[in-house]
């Protein structure tokens, strides 16, 4: 266990790292043009599989904690609309695509992707896979609000195609819930896993821990009451309390958030009820049952990250995102959809891409993002191992990051990782931390004055 002291003097804002750079620095001289150019180019670039995301930005009530991008939906025309604009807009970019290339993922994200009828999903789904191949086993996933679906929605859901669904449970607590002004689920979630299993779909679940009314023996009896249910994946994030970009958070200060001691505390509880019961962790906040590929992947040191969430080799492709507030994520560049709804229908109206801003990397840039993808997934990295993948030197890859020995020594003194001349680990017990062991070799953020989220 790390000290007090040590525990408040790494717990920093740090950026997340969901992509490198953060998204608050791409930058709005990046064009629907450019975008249109760099995908055309990411057909000669690896990986070479396509993942397609699609965002639904609608939700039936907002809640309070929310970091994600999600509007209130007013009016039962504005879907239908956004749903042909989003069509028109998944034409107009699968058409730039090589057909040799093939699907690996499909991911809908959003907002409440299950705000929509069953068969808008099926259709959506078709559009895009009738353009193209699929590999073997393809991952095709939807996240879903538990708390508007009945027994036919769910039903109806298992057969649009998914082979992955994702049940926002959050916590089981209906205190916790109704202070963060969401809906439990409509139906037993112990009935609606009988009716994914049934058709072979895979299950995660998703909680938060650090809301409040939350307290360490609230969350454990959530944690239980989850491994019962024995989901696949079960991905427990840490509250991103981030009032600056989502107003609607100052509510929760008022009920009040656990202490940062208690919140970890919940985490490191959680951690070992998922461990007992057999669970392994992946990444940051993800718990995954031993044969499952992603801790495979983990162990052979080979797991990736997008914007969809953790992948293999074998699933990860170049991510082609449509929809308001989507990011596309290429081999060399990002592009982020327009968040207003207007807005990003006229754009599509007017044949263009609806871009707001992007980021074409540079080399530094893209050398930068493969080290802190290796930290980030994998806890650990071997310069010589990274600099075979990359074909370049171990000092040309220190060169493109801050690399001070002295730095890695004062993080080794406090128990944060281990270092020797060819490796960087971050120690498990410090393990949240490993977003601001990445900030420390990261160049961007000198001098930077964007705001971030504080690691736990
Ligand atoms: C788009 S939502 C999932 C789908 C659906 N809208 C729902 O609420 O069930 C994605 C997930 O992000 C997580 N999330 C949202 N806001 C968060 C925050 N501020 N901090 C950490 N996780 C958050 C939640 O666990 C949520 O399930
Ligand atoms: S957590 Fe889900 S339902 Fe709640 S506001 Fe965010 S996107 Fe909407």
Known sequence: MLSQSIIDKYNKPAPRYTSYPPANFFTENFTGEEYRQMVIGSNDQDPQHISVYIHIPFCQRLCYYCGCNSMLLRKGDQVENYISHLKKEIRMGLA???????????????????????EIIRDLNELILSEFECIENPEIAIECHPGYMDEKYWDELTKAGFTRISIGIQDFNTDVLKAANRKASLMPVKD???????????????????????????????????????????????YAHVPWVNQLQKKLEKVGLPAVGEKEGMYEKAKAILRNAGYESVGMDHFVL???????????????????????????????????TGISQLASAYSQNVKDIATYMAMIDNDSFPVLRGYSLSEDECIRREVIAQLMCNYTLRWSGLASKLSLSADRIKAALIYNED??????????????????????????????VAASMDPLLVGSDKQFSKSI
């Open 192 to 238: 609606v896993i009988g009716i994914l299993r049934d058709r072979n779909i895979s299950v995660n679940m998703d909680f938060i821990f650090g809301l409040p009314l939350q307290t360490i023996s609230s969350f454990t009896k959530t944690i239980e009451e989850a491994v019962e249910l024995k989901p696949d994946r079960l991905v427990t994030f840490s």
């Open 290 to 324: 031993p044969d499952d590929e992603l801790f495979k992947a983990q162990v052979s040191g080979e797991l990736h990250r997008n914007f969809q969430g953790y992948c293999t080799r074998r699933t990860t492709g170049q991510v082609y995102a449509f929809g308001t």
């Open 96 to 118: 730039l695509l090589d057909k040799g290339r093939k699907i690996s993922q499909i991911h809908y994200g959003g907002g409440t992707p299950t705000f929509l009828a069953v």
């Open 407 to 436: 730095m890695l020594r004062e993080l080794s003194d406090d128990g944060i990782i281990y270092f020797s001349s060819d490796s960087i680990t971050v120690l498990p017990q410090a393990a949240p931390f490993v977003r601001n």
